[in-house]
Nanobody
Framework: HVQLVESGGGSVQAGGSLRLSCSVS????????MGWFRQAPGKPLEWVSG????????RYPDSVKGRFTMSGDSATNMWYLQMNSLKLEDTAVYYC??????WGQGTQVTVS
């Protein structure tokens, strides 16, 4: 049974930072294709970052490149999204996903 739990969301002023965490259970870290996504009110789901199975380099869309950093810890099967220089448009519910199949419940990020 695969389970993902996000944490670390909250409210922050523009220019600030947050680090999101994603705890994964029931899925092997080394074979995971991991991704972070977000959905703002009234907007479609947006891909934020991802690491392909067996890959070591995360990829990012232009909207967050240079500001967001995705990382993982194989020892704890945790994934992280470090978000710096946050903008108003980063406000959304953020989700982590394994193999684009298993999803967490989401964590709210509000930038004001």
């Amino acid at each position: 049974h695969v389970q993902l739990v996000e944490s670390g969301g909250g409210s922050v002023q523009a220019g600030g930072s947050l680090r999101l965490s994603c705890s994964v259970s029931g899925h092997t870290y080394s074979t995971a294709c991991m991704g972070w996504f977000r959905q703002a009110p009234g907007k479609p789901l947006e891909w934020v970052s991802g690491i392909d199975q067996g890959g070591s380099d995360a990829r990012y869309p232009d909207s967050v490149k240079g500001r967001f950093t995705m990382s993982g810890d194989s020892a704890t099967n945790m994934w992280y999204l470090q978000m710096n220089s946050l903008k108003l448009e980063d406000t959304a519910v953020y989700y982590c996903a394994v193999d684009y199949t298993y999803w967490g419940q989401g964590t709210q990020v509000t930038v004001s």
